[in-house]
């Protein structure tokens, strides 16, 4: 049986390797499967039988905690057999392709494959040689489309609409698949995407992706209501790209004092796993604005709701 | 090849010779490996005893092209390429010299590889085929080779081929030297701490793909350095390949000046720009990087008003393992030799270059900066000819290829032009 009360429309993708491709229309089911599959997870029995019989296989090339977990947990409540396989233990280490490793677990049969890699285009090549769905859970600086998802389910859930909003995506952009999935989500649903860094960790012409660009946290917070901090990683912070930590978090971290040039009912999100006291103050990332622990919550539903809408694509399933 | 030909006689050819801009229907007699004579004035009805009759049933007759710019795996990578493989692909494209950059393994930086190169190639290829040899000791840009002894074994110039070498003071005392012994001094002219992290032009496209950009500038910075020491050295300089329309004003600046300075394009930068990557096609994936349309079209201005000097097939087998492999992480290159006259012929057919300019580029200007006769229709130049049809269409078939790898942007791309005949000092290396 289906999770989705309406008449299920046939999801348009075989794959899903980014928000990039996606009609508003495409964004809105998955959203709509989504807020569903959150009424499953909150009940006491959690499981369905959509995805039962069927193989998912997460393979994370790049490690992982938090997503892989919650595409693991997606999976089981929707029936799947589920297998990890994340580098430490493949055989890429062994030189085998990319490709390879593609070939040999197609073989093996998945009906869903869900893949993470350090190099953008990985997932939508390892796609191009397989026979079955595939989920891009990340590919190098490119897209991150479940992350873009769930953080729209979250803000939507907050603040009833995401058409109108003034969103702020903070932080190290240039090397976010986060930023660059959410940038095109956001547009697409008319939301009033801003960006704001130093200009070392903003890409090249980002200015004509559909955001405005600002070097300047408080100018650009002012009357934002969504706040989105992004992950600044350790190696990026010792002088190659900003000189250090306590200047970054001077000018750029998220604290009581910047965020109060948001709205007043601004709301804080963090893709996770946050740097406390690098670009996020503690007392913000536990304090009352914020919503980053049900951006995990949203994130098993939306991994739910894109399974469930790319199975509708497997041999035999049905509506097919 | 050492073997004497047989005099032949080309008749009902339209002759094209890019050296005096000339075009006309004629023929073109060959004896003892060069030009005889040719013109619309030869007496078609008596070629001399023994000699063989060509009719070229008015396709074009020219100089062979000369390729400044192959990258070939022999010794060591012959999987890749071997000198004799590059030279079928060769002479199919109409190619009848290359020059192989010094690459191999080991590289070309002693007299004795060079010898081995020109040995194993007079034994193996149909067309010239010639050794660069490196700049610097092991191309590691740290010291320079023994540019007089190499050159004395036959190398026709120095350049660390896909490398550049960062050290101004290396590349100082390297032109200096140069100087001295009239040698020519090839570079890859991109700075490499600006374009070592980068896989593609950067830009918008590069941000939405999320691929990690090359800014112009590693380019120009190189450049501007270079022609520096140029001024200061005063040696003969050739930019290998450039890509952007700064690089043009750069070029053209120093040529005004009276310094001894040429460049290259590769025939990718003329015929394609960074949006042929499309999603993430490694065959794309070149150095320098596809840049974008507006420099695409200075490249063209560029050959059309002599300031580019060359184009170059900048042939670079890699195989399947290399290429098949997300963009961030595959080789760079694409092979060319095969390809470049058809794919520089685009550029006659939709009216941006004529017929005789392009085969200045390709052939006389080549020629030139090796101090070779060839590259002209001139009586008692070497008779590398080719004979070809710049019309005749085809479809691109990876297939049909003869390099050892298919690595071609072209692949399944619609193309015009077709060598028939393929001369090398007299004799037919390639007839179809």
Redesign the interface.
């Known amino acids: 049986m289906s999770i989705s009360r309406r008449e299920p429309r046939l999801f348009p993708h075989r794959h899903l390797l980014g928000i990039e491709g996606l009609t508003p229309e495409d964004i809105l089911q998955l959203l709509d499967m989504a807020e569903e599959a959150v009424e499953v997870s909150r009940q006491v029995e959690k499981k369905k039988a959509t995805l039962r019989g069927r193989t998912q296989i997460n393979l994370f090339f790049e490690a992982s905690t938090r997503t892989q977990a919650s595409f693991e947990l997606a999976g089981k409540r929707l029936g799947a057999d589920v297998m990890n396989m994340s580098v430490a233990s493949s055989s890429i280490k062994k030189g085998e392709t990319l490709i390879d490793t593609a070939m040999t677990l197609n073989a093996m049969r998945p009906d869903l494959i869900v893949v993470r890699h350090h190099a953008a285009g990985a997932v939508g090549l390892l796609a191009r040689k397989v026979d079955c769905s595939v989920i891009n859970a990340g590919d190098g600086a490119h897209e991150h489309p479940t992350q873009a998802l769930l953080d729209a389910l979250t803000i939507r859930r907050a603040k009833g609409r995401i058409r109108g909003l003034v969103v702020a995506i903070c932080g190290d952009i240039l090397h976010s698949r986060v930023a660059r999935s959410n940038l095109i989500l956001l547009n697409a649903l008319g939301a009033e995407v801003r960006v704001i860094g130093p200009t070392n960790l903003l890409p090249r012409g980002i200015e004509n992706m559909g955001a405005r660009v600002y070097t300047n946290m408080r100018e650009g917070l002012k009357d934002a209501d969504i706040v989105m901090m992004l992950r600044l990683q350790r190696e990026r912070m010792n002088g190659s790209f900003v000189p250090s930590v306590k200047e970054y978090f001077h000018y750029f971290g998220l604290d009581r004092e910047k965020l109060s040039a948001a709205k007043p009912d601004a709301l804080v999100m963090h893709p996770g796993p946050m740097n406390r006291g690098v670009e996020i103050a503690s007392d913000i990332a536990d304090g009352a604005q914020s919503l980053i622990r049900e951006q995990v919550e949203m994130g098993v539903a939306v991994r739910m709701a894109v399974l469930e809408a790319l199975s509708r694509h497997l041999s035999n399933a049905e509506g097919r | 090849m050492m073997s004497a030909s047989r005099p032949t006689l080309i008749i009902n050819a339209r002759l094209i010779d890019p050296e005096t801009g000339r075009e006309e229907a004629g023929a073109l007699a060959v004896e003892n490996g060069v030009i005889r004579e040719m013109g619309h004035a030869i007496d078609a009805s008596l070629p001399p005893d023994g000699a063989l009759v060509i009719d070229a049933r008015g396709r074009a007759l020219s100089p062979g092209l000369v390729d400044l710019r192959a990258f070939v795996g022999e010794p060591r990578a012959e999987h890749r390429e071997s000198l004799a493989s590059a030279s079928r692909a060769a002479a199919a494209g109409g190619v009848t010299t290359v020059v192989c950059m010094p690459d191999t393994n080991p590289p070309i930086d002693d007299p004795a590889v060079v010898d081995y190169i020109i040995r194993r190639a007079r034994d193996t290829a149909g067309v010239r085929l010639i050794p660069s040899a490196a700049l610097t000791k092991g191309l590691h840009g740290k010291e320079m080779t023994e540019f007089g002894l190499l050159g004395e074994a036959g190398a026709v110039f120095f350049t660390d081929g896909a490398r550049s070498v960062s050290n101004a003071q290396v590349m100082r005392r390297a032109l200096t030297y140069a100087r001295d012994f009239d040698a020519l001094i090839v570079h890859h002219v991109e700075e490499p701490s600006l374009s070592s992290d980068g896989v593609m032009n950067?830009?918008?496209?590069?941000?939405?793909?999320?691929?990690?950009?090359i800014p112009k500038a590693a380019e120009t910075i190189m450049l501007e350095r270079d022609l520096a020491l140029v001024r200061l050295t005063g040696a003969r300089y050739h930019a290998a390949m450039i890509s952007c329309a700064e690089s043009i004003a750069i070029i053209a600046r120093a040529k005004d000046e009276g310094l001894p300075v040429t460049c290259g394009v590769s025939i990718n930068n003329l015929a394609l720009n960074e949006n042929d990557i499309g999603?993430?096609r490694t065959f794309l994936k070149l150095s320098p990087p596809l840049r974008a349309e507006e420099d695409r079209r200075s490249m063209i201005e560029g050959v059309a008003s002599g300031i580019i000097d060359v184009i170059v097939s900048d042939h670079n087998p890699q195989d399947v393992?290399a290429k098949?492999?997300?963009?961030?992480?595959c080789a760079d290159g694409a092979i060319g030799l095969e390809t470049m006259l058809p794919v520089a012929l685009r550029l006659v057919h939709n009216g941006d270059l004529s017929l005789t300019t392009l085969i200045r580029s390709l052939a006389t200007r080549p020629a030139d900066l090796l101090n070779m006769k060839q590259g002209r229709l001139k009586k008692g130049a070497p008779a590398d000819l080719i004979l070809f049809d710049p019309d005749e269409p085809f479809v691109l078939d990876p297939d049909t290829l003869h390099s050892r790898c298919k690595n071609t942007p072209f692949d399944g791309a619609r193309l015009q032009g077709r060598v028939h005949m393929a001369m090398v000092a007299g004799r037919i290396v390639q007839e179809s």
């Open positions: 950067e830009g918008e496209l590069a941000s939405r793909l999320g691929l990690p950009g999603s993430y393992e098949r492999q997300p963009f961030i992480e």
